[in-house]
């Protein structure tokens, strides 16, 4: 049955005031049309951050040496510095630290400082390899010493990049040069007696020095940071030196525990040592 006009204008109008009631509802229990702009802005939490939290590190200070700590000198190693955790890790050492005045070295990050870090050890510029970093400091081998690493804050200096490595293993009397971890070159090396052993652990290379009689080829020795384990077991004249690595003509040597400590090495291979190594280079002397 057709519906009248009358009655189609009545349905209309309830409908209309159906929306408009449910509108009016929903804006009295507290709705409200979103902004546009709202509607692109991301969603940020204004909660408060819980108590447990991990807080920043706080970077420990650095306590002022006092004037008259030691200097670090050729024949006078420092004291009360921590041992090298990894002393024969053969992780490569990529970064190494060149002080350009004294520097103080610590005990521990925020410890107490030890002895000065010179530029310079008797006219030998002081490059010294980068082991170990936590919260804002650094830790370095120790010249004149053995198996000892000393903390520096990380300021006030940049690192130096280091590409080459030098690994003696004692028990096989074999030395291996390394480039960015690619072997370059080995040799079989004369190794330190049982009463005046090579020092074992992670040393580097000081510096060169030269040489005196025929044996060593004419060559210029590598001087180590590393020092004699037993000075008092070794002439008077080579208790206040430092191990080395140098030529050694003397074939029958080679493969035997037969020096003062040092490493001797065949003339051709100590030539490209020389040729190819800078100060701070990693020696690490394993068992």
């Known amino acids: 049955m057709p519906i009248s006009r009358t009655r189609r204008n009545v349905l209309m109008l309830t409908a209309i005031a159906l929306v408009v009631a449910i509108l009016v509802g ?3 229990a507290g709705g409200s049309d979103p902004d546009p702009a709202d509607l692109a802005q991301p969603i940020v939490s204004t909660a408060t951050p819980s108590a447990s939290a991990e807080p920043s590190a706080t970077v420990p200070p650095a306590s002022k040496p006092p004037a008259d700590l030691p200097v670090i000198a050729y024949a006078k190693g420092p004291r009360g510095l921590p041992a090298d955790p990894e002393p024969t890790s053969v992780v490569p050492i990529t970064e190494a630290l060149r002080p350009e005045t004294r520097m103080a070295l610590y005990d521990a990050p925020g410890g107490k400082p030890r002895a000065y870090l010179p530029p310079r050890i008797s ?15 650094a830790a370095v081998l120790t ?14 200096w940049a690192p130096e990049p280091l590409r080459d490595q030098i690994v003696v293993n004692l028990a096989d009397r074999r030395m291996t040069w390394l480039r960015e971890g690619a072997e370059q070159g080995r040799w ?15 040393t580097f290379v000081l510096g060169r020095t030269g040489t005196s009689g025929a044996v060593y080829a004419g060559l210029d020795a590598l001087v180590l940071g590393s020092v004699p384990e037993e000075p008092e077991k070794l002439a008077a004249s080579l208790r206040n030196a430092h191990t080395g690595i140098h030529a050694w003509t003397n074939k029958s040597a080679f493969g035997r525990n037969v020096s003062n400590g040092c490493v001797r090495t065949p003339a051709a291979g100590m030539r490209e040592l020389l040729a190819q190594l800078d100060p ?8």
């Open 143 to 156: 010249p004149s010493s053995n198996r000892t690493i000393g903390w520096v804050p990380e300021t006030g």
């Open 280 to 287: 701070g280079t990693p020696v690490i002397v394993t068992a």
């Open 123 to 137: 006219g030998l510029p002081v490059v010294v390899p980068i082991v170990a970093r936590k919260t804002g400091w």
């Open 188 to 202: 079989t090396v004369a190794i330190g007696a049982d009463s005046t052993p090579t020092p074992h652990g992670r």
């Open 26 to 28: 929903i804006r009295l």
